[in-house]
């Protein structure tokens, strides 16, 4: 138990249809809030997108059955990239939103929706190439952080002391569709929630960058939920 009689998944089963009850409307309103082009094209517009959220998995030698690097792959998939991104199902991100905040989420925003949802209703134009830019692909694959004295630590899932340092990052390997929850107890009583991670995916296993890492004190305490086998590593590094 992370809080008082409330379970995690009651409390993001809860966030989750909120979200939900909310989301095409916010996607509705995000052309009020910042006027999209006049023609939505996949040179200028889309492929950033592509390329900053999708092509970590969709690419050639990538884990997704089809790549999307060029136009003339991605424009038979209009369509279905559209109905994707609408409902969220894509890009894939196992963190629950509201719960823990991390720096790789690739994750697209209202905004980012509307200009793929317009793309796609008005016919899925090319553009012209000089329009077309580079943009890093957001890495969610396994992978070690490049920080001054950062360890990893694989640990357990269950409640134990909580190592001392500032956590950067947690990678959790659990049983398929399994979940995760992910908190630290301070001294002081204050508990930060670091993470919920749900639907659990073998085959794509990611490393959760905090955004703003966090300062774990000394006698604090790891609160970590979870339904089946479970293990979870954190990356941490000396106090800053």
Not at 42 to 57: G, K, M, T, V, W
Not at 156 to 181: F, M, N, V
Request: hydrophobic letters at 40%.
């Amino acid at each position: 138990m992370l809080s008082k009689g409330i379970r995690w998944q009651t409390v993001v089963g809860l966030s989750l249809f909120l979200t939900g009850a909310v989301r095409l409307s916010a996607i509705a309103t995000a052309a009020a809030d910042v006027a999209l082009p006049a023609d939505v094209t996949y040179a200028r517009d889309i492929a950033p997108i592509l390329q900053r959220s999708c092509e970590n998995c969709h690419r050639t030698d990538g884990v997704a059955p089809m790549a999307l690097s060029t136009y003339e792959e991605v424009r038979p998939w209009a369509r279905a990239i559209k109905e994707e991104v609408l409902t969220r199902r894509m890009p894939k991100w196992q963190a629950a939103r509201g719960y823990g905040d991390f720096s790789n989420d690739p994750s697209l925003s209202p905004f980012q929706i509307a200009l793929v949802v317009a793309w796609a209703d008005g016919g899925a134009p090319r553009g012209t190439d000089a329009d077309l830019k580079t943009t890093p692909a957001t890495a969610t694959v396994v992978d070690m952080i490049a920080e001054p004295g950062a360890r990893e630590l694989k640990l357990l899932c269950r409640e134990q002391p909580a190592p001392q340092g500032t956590l950067l990052a947690i990678r959790p390997e659990l049983e398929p569709k399994g979940s995760i929850g992910v908190a630290v107890n301070f001294p002081d009583g204050r508990r930060e929630i670091v993470g919920w991670i749900r639907d659990y995916d073998p085959a794509n296993p990611t490393t959760y960058r905090l955004r703003v890492p966090l300062s774990v004190p000394g006698a604090s305490t790891l609160i970590v939920e979870a339904a089946g086998a479970c293990s979870l590593t954190l990356t941490v590094a000396e106090s800053r």
